[in-house]
């Protein structure tokens, strides 16, 4: 296997959790053929099969490894279309002179990070925390100030918006331990979506910092014991947002355009 890791994109916030189906997997239907022709031209340059899978990953941009015979590559969006230089040295880097053509691909990202730079925007959007309705910093301050004594220390942001359809679950929020970043399903943002009930959301959230996930002897995790739905019971609004909740789960699941 070998890996091309470009150094670029060190001073990049790399605790942003990266969503995986943006960023890692390839996407359909163009990006397909975008793939298939740069693998048939890979083919014809090595004289053995190539499958190439597009990615948005800016840090490993070249990767390869041989399964069962089959040479697979791993690369970044901008070498779609590459010229015949690149393409040979994209080739000669599953090879034996992989230091020369390595230093060839570096050149041609160097002059070429522009590209790099716009598929970054779209893979690690910033977290927009002042939404059309609700601002969850003003929600996040106020709890962390009058519930947690200022203990909490976390970034919020709304989440991205899902794809249409009608949907049958919605996970309100969502709490990344390791980057300490809570999301809040931006279905929430909405006029008949009162704040008490947001607030529950990113107060729930807000635990899972304070009371982590506990392990057992037997090693049986609990996410949410007892001790953390005691603690979201002092929510102050609990007993409204829970009822709410309740009442109008049907406005979250709904269709929205
Ligand atoms: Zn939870």
Request: proline fraction near 5%; aromatic fraction near 8%.
């Amino acid at each position: 296997m070998g890996q091309l890791s470009l150094p670029l994109w060190t001073t990049t916030d790399r605790t942003e959790p990266r969503e995986r189906t943006s960023s890692e997997t390839p996407h359909a239907t163009s990006q397909d053929s975008a793939g298939l022709q740069l693998a048939a031209r890979l083919g014809t340059l090595l004289r053995e099969p190539v499958e190439v899978e597009l990615t948005d990953n800016a840090w490993t941009m070249v990767s390869w490894k041989r399964v069962e015979g089959r040479l697979q590559y791993r690369l970044h969006h901008m070498f779609c279309g590459a010229a015949e230089p690149l393409l040979r040295a994209l080739a000669g880097f599953a090879g034996k002179n992989r230091k020369l053509h390595g230093a060839a691909i570096d050149e041609f990202v160097r002059t070429h990070r522009h590209l790099i730079k716009s598929s970054l925007l779209k893979a690690e959007p910033s977290l927009a925390a002042r939404g059309r309705v609700h601002d969850l910093i003003d929600i996040y301050d106020q709890l962390n100030a009058q519930q947690f004594e200022l203990r909490v220390k976390a970034r919020i942001g709304w989440g991205r918006r899902p794809p249409d359809g009608r949907r049958r679950s919605i996970k309100m929020g969502v709490y990344f331990h390791e980057q300490k970043v809570i999301r809040i399903h931006p279905a929430l943002d909405d006029e008949q979506v009162p704040r008490h009930f947001v607030g529950l959301v990113v107060f729930h959230e807000m635990l899972h910092q304070v009371l982590p996930p506990t392990t057992d002897g037997g090693g049986r995790r609990t996410v949410h014991g007892r001790d953390f739905r005691a603690a979201e019971r002092r929510f102050p609004d609990y007993e409204r947002a829970r009822a709410w909740e309740k009442a109008n789960l049907h406005l979250l699941l709904r269709r929205r355009d």
